[in-house]
């Protein structure tokens, strides 16, 4: 069961990229790795673009193979929503570049 990990790590990057940047924006990032996946002006509710992320297999096909570009995106987020604490104090200072 050596794929396990990985499968797992796709499908939670895949839903947390769907709370991040929307099944819209995924379907436009896999059109760009596969130019038969047509999207634009295809759905006529969100719900209807999110089923195809998990229906296409073409769609699955290039999450499978490219998750990993967008994985420190989506991590990134996922930190800054859960992790991070803002230091209040120099919140609204002026920041000094020199």
Known sequence: MSGAP???????????????????????WAATKDPSIQWENKYAHICHACRELYHDTRVRTVIRKHYEEK????????WLLTSYQPNLETENQELVFG
């Open 6 to 28: 990985v499968v797992v790590l796709v499908i939670t990057t895949k839903k947390l990229g769907q709370f991040f940047h929307g099944p819209e924006k995924i379907l436009a």
């Open 71 to 78: 994985l420190m995106d989506v991590y990134f987020k996922y």
